[in-house]
């Protein structure tokens, strides 16, 4: 029997086999790649939580997870379903880092922001989440965006930092959220 290469039958066949193919061949590089993508978004939490408390690192996974070890321990509260940090220095604590979370412009923003023991100051922002638009609100993730969150009043964020020229509606985005947050931290100690 000749197979008719032509006819609809095939072609409805051939691409559901095809499909077939690919989708197993795709589950299994997803499961086979699974740890090292979970792996990476931990280390780049981590990575972000040392930068919030101003931890100086060589950017090696060793040398991160070795300083989260020797400088930063869990409180034992949580803030937004997450752990609150504390960053101690011979005992004395230096900052403490919270998972912020709130609406941009075009879609969720997660991060980190570290503040003074005192709620006063900001001690550093990262962003490990945000759709903003590449090359304008997107601009949050740049380092010097962030860097004006070191020593950033508390109660005048919008007055310590600079907007985003051409981005206003996601900078409005970014101080509600840091506002909103820190304020419902401060307001709670960390406590849900």
């Known amino acids: 029997m000749k197979i008719n290469k032509k006819s609809i039958l095939y072609s409805i066949v051939y691409m559901i086999a095809l499909s077939a193919v690919l989708t197993f061949f795709l589950a299994l590089i997803n499961q086979q790649t699974k740890p090292l993508v979970e792996r990476n978004a931990k280390l780049k939490e981590e990575r972000g939580l040392l930068y919030v408390l101003g931890i100086e690192n060589d950017g090696t996974p060793e040398d991160i997870v070795d300083k989260i070890e020797k400088n930063v321990e869990e409180t ?9 940090y504390v960053y101690k220095e011979n005992d004395e604590v230096k900052a403490y880092a919270l998972t912020i979370k709130g609406s941009g412009l075009w879609g969720p923003i997660e991060g980190i922001i570290g503040v003074t023991p005192d709620f006063k ?72």
């Open 121 to 192: 100051e900001t001690t550093g922002i990262e962003f490990l989440e945000q759709s903003e638009t590449p090359g304008l609100g997107g601009r949050i993730s740049e380092s010097a965006y962030k860097e004006q969150y070191r020593g950033a009043k508390v109660d005048d964020i919008r007055g310590t930092v600079d907007a985003i020229s051409g981005a206003t509606g996601t900078s409005s985005s970014v101080y509600n959220l840091v506002d909103s947050n820190i304020a419902e931290f401060i307001k709670n100690q960390g406590d849900n």
């Open 76 to 84: 034992g509260k949580t803030f937004n379903d997450q752990p609150v």
